[in-house]
């Protein structure tokens, strides 16, 4: 006899639908898994056989071939235990007919209960693209997969006994309601703007990346601020669309880091990966490769701290994304495009020592040099603002008036976002610093006095062409925060004064 059961894959972060076949014949106990299984999927004929045996069902003998169709597609893991059992024990008549346009995932214990699994958020989607009403899935699962659509009905599934009992109308299993976005963990208290004291022209450069989307370095000696400044980033941000918390939220699903108890990501995603990583570790990787870091900050930020002591190659790996807003990861098995549009926010200090320009410097000017160039060019004209961060003065440290809050910048960046939406609307770019220079052509109109400026500017500076448009609209978000209806030699001026106020330069001067 011949069963199909529907199930789901993953491909990335991209679901596909599988088609789980099962043939039972006579002869010779056998127990085949064809259509490009991984090990884990062939480990799976052990797991269903013991799951089987332990909720009481009679495993069939002879020789029993499962077909994962499209069989020229490669699958891995072990979601697949679930519908590889079902289509066991429905062609040997075990259970009675499975519902039409459901789709079954899930790994089973040996007990016959059923295990988290990856990516539900991603396959739960791709089964309402692909007109599947039901899906049965782990229980731990069942809330994100509520949120790929209304229109589908999930059934939270703890072990094998309960599903074949609400397929046998013993005992209905009860569909899960949609997530109400409320969390079972305590909300703990988030670091505020009002913490910084003095660094006024760092936090302007906060501001202007956040209100703009920009990617800013931070360079300053020890203990003036850097990490502080970073780590605060995150509560200048607008909260995130819909759009963007599920494409963040399927990412970390894919990862296996999305909280059960929250599946929908409300919060921008803040990485601070180790300066040890390796380029595999921020790009993604594996045989069949998984989100890295530069994925797993999509729309939220990427905080490099101490960004020379990174890996150089680690640090190349940057460049794609940045650019262009996605990661390709190329293996034998294929090759993978992961979504990885982040806020680069990275810190370093001046010299190996960290006091170079500020203090008792221990390093030569060799080695002050060296050790700067470890930023290659091409990264840094990727990099909007270079902002110093100097020593903290006594005064400021001291102060007993209370610095501005979070709350009170977000609102100038939240009303500097909306401008973008409407100047954007119509295209997929929502902020200054993702749209394109032959878009931002098409909305920008600069006048004589400022043409002659960015012209001076341009050959003063031997600025790049990547370079000129980032100037542009590292500008405009200025213009933006101050409501200004269009560029002015001012905005120009101050957007260069943060594009070289580090001292570093990503054009040829640098050298001269």
């Known amino acids: 006899m011949v069963s199909s059961v529907h199930s789901l894959g993953l491909a990335g972060i991209d679901g596909y639908p599988v088609t789980v076949e099962c043939y039972l014949s006579g002869g010779h106990a056998v127990f085949d898994v064809v259509g490009l299984p991984d090990a884990t999927v062939r480990e799976s004929r052990e797991r269903v056989k013991a799951a089987a045996s332990s909720c009481g069902f009679d495993f069939p003998g002879g020789h029993i071939v499962v077909n994962l169709a499209p069989a020229n597609t490669r699958k891995e893991g072990s979601i697949y235990d679930l519908p590889i059992l079902l289509s066991v024990l429905r062609a040997n008549d075990s259970i009675p007919p499975l519902?039409?346009?459901?789709?079954?995932?899930g790994e089973l214990a040996l007990d016959g209960s059923l295990r988290p699994a990856r990516g539900v958020l991603s396959m739960a989607c791709c089964a309402v693209e692909f007109g599947i009403k039901t899906l049965f899935c782990p229980a731990?699962?069942?809330?994100?997969?509520?949120?790929?659509?209304?229109?589908?009905?999930?059934?939270?599934?703890?072990?094998?006994?309960?599903?074949?009992?609400?397929?046998?109308?013993?005992?209905?299993?009860?569909?899960?309601?949609?997530?109400d976005g409320i969390s079972s963990r305590p909300d703990l208290p988030r670091p505020d703007f009002s913490d910084v004291r003095g660094q006024?022209?760092?936090?302007?450069?906060?501001?202007?990346?956040?209100?703009?989307?920009?990617?800013?370095?931070?360079?300053?000696?020890?203990?003036?601020?850097k990490s502080m400044l970073a780590s605060r980033i995150?509560?200048?941000?607008?909260?995130?669309?819909?759009?963007?918390?599920?494409?963040?939220?399927?990412?970390?699903?894919?990862?296996?880091?999305?909280?059960?108890?929250?599946?929908?990501?409300?919060?921008?995603?803040?990485?601070?990966?180790?300066?040890?990583?390796?380029?595999?570790?921020?790009?993604?990787?594996?045989?069949?490769?998984?989100?890295?870091?530069?994925?797993?900050?999509?729309?939220?930020?990427?905080?490099?701290?101490?960004?020379?002591?990174?890996?150089?190659?680690?640090?190349?790996?940057?460049?794609?994304?940045?650019?262009?807003?996605?990661i390709t990861i190329s293996r034998v098995s294929g090759t993978l495009t992961y979504p990885s549009r982040f806020m680069l926010v990275a810190a370093m200090n001046p010299c190996k020592c960290?006091?170079?320009?500020?203090?008792?410097?221990?390093?030569?000017?060799?080695?002050?040099?060296?050790?700067?160039?470890?930023?290659?060019?091409?990264?840094?004209?990727?990099?909007?603002?270079?902002?110093?961060?100097?020593?903290?003065?006594?005064?400021?440290?001291?102060?007993?008036?209370?610095?501005?809050?979070?709350?009170?910048?977000r609102q100038r960046v939240c009303a500097a976002r909306e401008r973008q939406l409407h100047r954007f609307r119509g295209t997929p770019y929502t902020?200054?610093?993702?749209?394109?220079?032959?878009?931002?052509?098409?909305?920008?109109t600069l006048g004589d006095a400022e043409s002659r400026f960015l012209s001076h500017a341009y050959?003063?500076?031997?600025l790049t062409a990547r370079s000129h448009d980032r100037l542009l609209r590292l500008a405009l978000t200025i213009a933006d925060l101050e409501g200004a209806p269009a560029i002015t030699v001012q905005?120009?001026?101050?957007?260069?004064q943060y594009r070289r106020a580090a001292g570093l330069a990503a054009s040829d001067d640098a050298k001269a």
Request: proline content about 9%; hydrophobic content about 40%.
């Open 99 to 105: 519902p039409e346009c459901a789709a079954y995932i």
């Open 140 to 179: 731990a699962n069942a809330a994100e997969a509520t949120l790929a659509s209304p229109d589908l009905k999930v059934y939270a599934v703890s072990s094998l006994s309960d599903l074949v009992n609400h397929l046998n109308f013993t005992a209905r299993l009860t569909p899960t309601p949609a997530w």
């Open 200 to 225: 006024y022209v760092a936090r302007l450069g906060m501001e202007i990346a956040a209100a703009g989307g920009h990617n800013i370095l931070l360079i300053g000696p020890p203990g003036s601020g």
């Open 234 to 326: 995150g509560t200048l941000l607008p909260p995130m669309t819909r759009q963007e918390a599920l494409e963040a939220s399927k990412i970390h699903s894919v990862a296996g880091t999305l909280p059960s108890d929250a599946p929908l990501l409300t919060e921008r995603p803040f990485r601070a990966p180790h300066h040890t990583i390796s380029p595999g570790g921020l790009a993604g990787g594996g045989s069949v490769p998984r989100p890295g870091e530069l994925s797993l900050a999509h729309n939220g930020v990427l905080f490099l701290d101490e960004m020379p002591e990174y890996n150089a190659q680690a640090l190349e790996v940057l460049r794609q994304p940045l650019e262009n807003g996605i």
């Open 354 to 409: 960290g006091w170079h320009g500020y203090g008792a410097c221990t390093c030569s000017a060799r080695a002050v040099h060296d050790y700067t160039a470890k930023i290659s060019g091409p990264l840094l004209d990727r990099i909007d603002l270079q902002t110093s961060v100097p020593p903290v003065r006594f005064e400021d440290l001291h102060d007993a008036k209370p610095a501005e809050s979070s709350a009170a910048i």
């Open 431 to 444: 902020c200054n610093a993702h749209a394109p220079g032959t878009l931002l052509r098409e909305v920008l």
């Open 459 to 462: 050959e003063r500076y031997r």
């Open 491 to 496: 905005h120009l001026t101050l957007a260069l």
